[in-house]
């Protein structure tokens, strides 16, 4: 089933009758306008989930390398015996 240029001339008239020849350039050019802006949207969703996984894996690296050192002891304090 495909569409054939008959049913896109039918489509054609109906849209003319039902918005009218001056409207139809107008609501192209929102239909374009909402389009771009969907697809501007959806490659920024892309981008922050790429930039949040480079974000964690930066973290998860800075934590591996940053281990606490242990305290040294010091040396219990022995007095010295007089003679």
């Given at each position: 089933?495909?569409?054939?240029?008959?049913?896109?001339?039918?489509?054609?008239?109906?849209?003319?009758?039902?918005?009218?020849?001056?409207?139809?350039?107008?609501?192209?050019?929102?239909?374009?306008?909402?389009?771009?802006?969907?697809?501007?949207?959806?490659?920024?969703?892309?981008?922050?989930?790429?930039?949040f996984?480079?974000?964690?894996?930066?973290?998860?690296?800075?934590?591996?390398?940053?281990?606490?050192?242990?305290?040294?002891q010091?040396?219990?304090?022995?007095?010295?015996?007089?003679?």
């Amino acid at each position: 089933m495909s569409v054939g240029p008959l049913e896109i001339g039918i489509l054609i008239v109906v849209l003319i009758l039902l918005f009218g020849a001056k409207k139809l350039p107008d609501a192209a050019r929102s239909l374009g306008r909402s389009m771009r802006i969907f697809k501007s949207e959806v490659k920024e969703m892309s981008n922050d989930d790429k930039r949040f996984e480079e974000q964690r894996a930066l973290e998860a690296q800075q934590t591996q390398t940053i281990q606490p050192q242990p305290i040294a002891q010091p040396e219990q304090y022995k007095p010295q015996q007089q003679p």
